[in-house]
């Protein structure tokens, strides 16, 4: 049986055992099935400010754990080795439970971070996980490229306390690159933005989407949902397909920093 999987905004029609383009869902019996649930290729004992999150919880920790799969095709992506990999990754199982209980033993453990791939393609296991999270008083964190449909979305938020979302570019046609489409993204910052603390994250990119008119554009974007929503300007290294490329200029993050700063409250730099 034929199916559209709805989980975000890639909509893969499916045959019977195809597995969808982000390679973590298959059609199984007529549904979109998460085959990365509970399989874990990552996992750390992260100071949250990595994540980044700085304006939560700050001075803790977050026992970050990540899958496999992704449903973008970023060429610079620090974490293809996992995001751009399916079912032959290396995994090891772990039960929501088991990984609860290992949060409760570390020392200045606030809570779980979802992150690594993207926690919300296989966004059942970051649901079932953080409900326990609730039950036994451990913050929740999602790091996300947002690219994930509302109905999904909605389902995971009620147990989310932090998101961190990255926001690629400004631009549509950026977003048509990497297989992925800007206003889904909007539309995930502003949705989470009203449910639990939101960070917001661009990674800038040489000749990619790294001009003053982008980078203004976005703040001021963000300034008409909450001038309170920190902003982290990160600088690229060289990755992946983007190996060849040189980093982002550092005075660039500077001068960027202090444009987003003209009309947001907190406004970081990232990798300087």
């Avoid at 049986?1 to 975000?8: A, F, R």
């Avoid at 001075?59 to 992506?77: A, D, I, K, M, Q």
């Avoid at 979802?114 to 039950?135: H, M, Q, S």
Wanted: net charge neutral.
């Amino acid at each position: 049986m034929k199916i559209i999987c709805d989980v975000c905004p890639n909509f893969c029609r499916l045959e019977e055992n195809q597995i969808g383009f982000c390679r973590a869902r298959k059609n199984i019996g007529g549904e979109s099935v998460s085959i990365n649930y509970g399989k874990i290729t990552s996992i750390a004992l992260d100071p949250i400010e990595k994540k980044p999150l700085y304006r939560f919880l700050p001075n803790t920790y977050v026992l970050s754990v990540g899958s496999f799969g992704c449903n973008l095709r970023c060429p610079f992506c620090q974490n293809h080795s996992i995001s751009m990999c399916g079912e032959t990754a290396q995994t090891v199982d772990i039960e929501k439970e088991d990984l609860i209980e290992k949060a409760l033993q570390l020392n200045n453990c606030s809570g779980v971070a979802f992150t690594y791939n993207e926690p919300l393609i296989g966004w059942e296991y970051v649901r079932d996980t953080a409900k326990l999270c609730k039950e036994k008083n451990l913050a929740t964190v999602v790091v996300t490229n947002g690219y994930v449909n509302t109905n999904i979305l909605e389902k995971v938020l009620p147990y989310i306390d932090a998101m961190n979302i990255d926001l690629k570019s400004f631009n549509p046609e950026f977003y048509k690159k990497i297989h992925g489409d800007l206003d889904s993204v909007k539309s995930t910052i502003e949705l989470a933005s009203r449910h639990c603390h939101v960070e917001v994250t661009v990674l800038v990119v040489p000749n990619e989407n790294d001009s003053q008119e982008e980078i203004t554009a976005l703040s001021k974007w963000l300034m008409a949902i909450d001038k309170d929503i920190p902003l982290h300007i990160t600088r690229f290294f060289p990755r992946y397909k983007y190996s060849h490329l040189s980093p982002t200029p550092v005075r660039k993050i500077y001068e960027f920093v202090e444009i987003a700063k003209k009309y947001l409250n907190f406004v970081y730099a990232g990798n300087c």
